[in-house]
């Protein structure tokens, strides 16, 4: 494809694909199958100029970059996923808080990062780029300067960030997929609730979901979010008639696995020292 007029590539990409959601279009560039005038492209808003020519790369010729070198690497309570100088990726335990609150607890999985790093220099730190709820586990990335956190946020904010989460749910959806589009609101208490989209304190909240499994009483779906709002995939999947596995607070009926069943299992952005595409995984500790 030749462009005629300045873009943004991730425009040029909605012309080419109308049909492709932006999620898919991220993913197209964080996985190496984007080209402009031959080179591999990440950054969804690199700017095209007339002439230049944009050309998508079947999956088995994209270039992939996955530096999950350290994969697995364990350290007392914590499970290193990937490090290096610029970047900690960890697999969050469900039940444990991503960092302290006004309560000032103890120990959270930011608290446990910094004492694995400070083993090494009593000096380091580690600057907080996202957050999971308490009872969701899965891929957590810690900066290791504010430099570089500011930049990850900056991809978070502009929905730079493929992110995938897996949820197992009472009873089976109707359709193998679908968009939850809704406005939530959460009141003094930390409690989140869906509110007509003229509420003044509403926020646009959407996720993207799919069956990849299920059997006579749950179901494993496949997540993306494009927001990242709090308990976001738990309140969309209890208003479309099928709450997460262990819920109660949701409208779950049982809590058999003694968790709940949210675990955010990929993410994918680009490297904050190299901007290359990166990918970190942590594997799905339930099914149906």
């Avoid at 694909?17 to 898919?24: A, M, Q």
């Avoid at 964080?30 to 402009?36: I, K, L, S």
Wanted: hydrophobic share 35%; glycine share 6%; proline share 5%.
């Amino acid at each position: 494809m030749e462009i005629d007029s300045e873009m943004e590539l991730i425009e040029a990409l909605s012309v080419y694909f109308p049909n492709s959601s932006k999620n898919k279009l991220r993913k197209m560039l964080t996985t190496g199958r984007v080209t402009v005038d031959g080179s591999v492209v990440h950054k969804a808003k690199t700017t095209l100029k007339p002439g230049n020519v944009v050309e998508i790369l079947d999956k088995e010729t994209a270039v992939k970059v996955n530096p999950n070198k350290d994969s697995g690497k364990e350290y007392q309570r914590i499970k290193i996923l990937f490090e290096d100088d610029h970047i900690i990726v960890v697999n969050k335990q469900a039940g444990l808080l991503s960092v302290s609150t006004d309560k000032l607890e103890p120990d959270t999985l930011h608290s446990r990062v910094v004492d694995y790093l400070q083993q090494g220099n009593r000096k380091a730190w580690v600057f907080v780029v996202h957050r999971l709820d308490r009872e969701t586990s899965g891929v957590m990335i810690f900066a290791k300067n504010k430099q570089h956190k500011e930049y990850l946020q900056e991809q978070f904010a502009n929905r730079e960030v493929h992110r995938n989460y897996h949820a197992m749910v009472e009873g089976i959806p109707v359709n193998s997929h679908g968009t939850i589009r809704e406005w939530l609101f959460e009141d003094k208490f930390l409690n989140v609730r869906s509110v007509d989209k003229k509420h003044p304190k509403a926020k646009l909240a959407i996720t993207h979901w799919e069956i990849e499994d299920s059997d006579n009483v749950a179901s494993l779906l496949s997540l993306t979010i494009e927001t990242g709002r709090r308990h976001q995939i738990r309140v969309g999947l209890s208003n479309l008639g099928h709450p997460v596995v262990g819920d109660n607070l949701h409208g779950a009926r049982g809590n058999p696995i003694g968790r709940i069943a949210l675990h955010a299992s990929s993410i994918e952005l680009l490297h904050p020292d190299t901007d290359d595409p990166v990918r970190f995984e942590a594997p799905i500790p339930f099914g149906p």
